[in-house]
């Protein structure tokens, strides 16, 4: 014998051949049960929790939290020894399936970067965009996602704000859709499904009595209202004619880039508007790591970018964004595969604790939509990993700064920062009504349903 055995066989757990047979290991186990994540350093800003222990799925929800599960027969275990196990990512400005996005994948790499709830603000976003996203989703993502609408799309009907409103809120009659908005039965059914609207001063720049009417839509119809913050002069007009009602100045970090100032001072000058109540502001991760941020995105000056962290030292900004995601075509400010290094680095570099800067992109995300939208699911169901919430977690190894798993809805999306095929129809859609995991648009071509 040229060579000792030293591995045997792990004929107990893999599918082989004996005794002329295939022996299928798995044939008598029942996959109904639970997914346990083991020995993992939870971390839940949102229960206010940091601890070593396990967590159970069942059903899609958060089963148990905490302590010591022990697995039973048809349970399914993960060794999250080492792993940092969190609530899921919910990068509220990440541009998904914008404009000219077409075979780069950006959804299925966002996924693989730990996010589980994307929110796609796409300037050009019309009421189509629900329809044409959410027949995306019921083929098949592995994220959650929604959209913002542009804010120019929504005026360019002959639909008046008070019109508006109502069918955002579902109160819009048929009749006066069809008439006014569109002939398409589709979008007429699905053009409120959003979670808000984006003004872009990038590409349309749009006069008073028009932001006036998306101000008035907002915050009757609950929507988040989000603004282009590059330009600072731009940051404080949409300030002062909001006249106190919400808003929401995204990816600030961007003024501090130099384009249209002084880098401290554009910081300085956005900063300034942010009351953390009816105006409030996100930071985007890439411009907050080393670099400064992406070289064909923007970048920060050293300077600018300190301000940035004093003002989340401060709590001042409270929310982190990745803006974008480098594999599409129509790109933001950042990338996804900066969100996880960004929070742990922050809470290296002593700028945030670690709880505080895994809040930045869970449960603070989640508190500002429920409170936007005036919907308390958004906290109650996302954000955290409370017993019912849904089953969106994000488990990071530390070392490497990735995603181990990506688990969405209780299904293990992604692993080792590589999707797995077998959650593509994990996700659901996002509104600000909460989520449904079918907009149906997707089957409708396809197949009918018998109720």
Request: net charge negative.
């Amino acid at each position: 014998m040229m060579y000792k055995n030293k591995l045997n066989f792990m004929s107990g757990d893999l599918a082989h051949v004996a005794k002329d047979k295939v022996q299928d290991r798995y044939a008598g186990v029942s996959f109904g049960g639970r997914l346990i994540l083991k020995g993992g350093r939870i971390v839940d800003p949102g229960n206010d929790r940091d601890e070593i222990g396990d967590l159970a799925v069942l059903d899609g929800t958060v089963y148990q939290a905490g302590g010591l599960i022990m697995p039973e027969t048809g349970d399914r275990v993960i060794d999250c020894g080492g792993l940092i196990v969190m609530p899921g990512l919910i990068d509220m400005h990440l541009h998904l399936g914008d404009l000219f996005e077409i075979t780069t994948d950006s959804v299925f790499c966002a996924a693989a970067d730990g996010v589980t709830a994307g929110l796609s603000p796409g300037a050009g976003n019309t009421f189509m965009a629900p329809a044409l996203l959410g027949a995306e989703v019921d083929r098949g993502l592995p994220l959650n996602l929604g959209v913002y609408l542009g804010a120019a799309n929504v005026l360019g009907t002959r639909m008046t704000a008070e019109e508006l409103t109502a069918m955002f809120q579902g109160r819009a009659d048929a009749a006066v859709l069809s008439e006014k908005m569109t002939r398409n039965a589709v979008t007429n059914t699905t053009a409120n499904l959003v979670v808000g609207i984006k003004d872009h001063m990038g590409h349309f720049i749009m006069p008073d009595e028009s932001i006036e009417k998306i101000y008035e839509i907002t915050s009757k119809a609950g929507l988040l209202y989000m603004s282009h913050t590059q330009d600072p002069e731009h940051a404080e007009r949409m300030a002062g004619l909001s006249k106190g009602r919400p808003l929401h100045l995204a990816h600030a970090t961007a003024a501090g880039c130099k384009t249209h100032c002084g880098p401290e001072e554009g910081m300085q000058r956005v900063l300034k508007l942010i009351d953390g109540e009816q105006i409030t502001g996100e930071f985007v991760t890439t411009m907050l790591r080393t670099g400064l941020g992406s070289r064909e995105g923007l970048q920060m000056t050293k300077s600018s970018q300190r301000l940035a962290y004093d003002a989340l030292s401060e709590g001042r900004v409270d929310i982190l964004v990745s803006d974008g995601q480098n594999q599409g075509t129509m790109k933001g400010f950042g990338d996804t595969r900066d969100n996880i290094p960004a929070i742990l680095e922050l809470s290296e570099m002593g700028v945030l604790s670690l709880s505080r800067a895994v809040a930045a992109m869970t449960c603070n995300p989640a508190r500002l939509l429920a409170g936007r939208t005036k919907n308390s699911w958004w906290k109650e169901k996302m954000g955290h990993l409370g017993a019912g919430v849904l089953a969106n977690i994000t488990v990071v190894d530390p070392e490497d700064k990735l995603a181990a798993y990506t688990i969405v809805n209780g299904e293990i999306v992604s692993f080792e920062n590589r999707i797995v095929r077998r959650g593509l129809g994990a996700g659901g859609w996002l509104c600000k009504f909460g989520m449904v995991r079918k907009t149906g648009v997707g089957d409708l071509s396809m197949y009918s349903y018998v109720r």
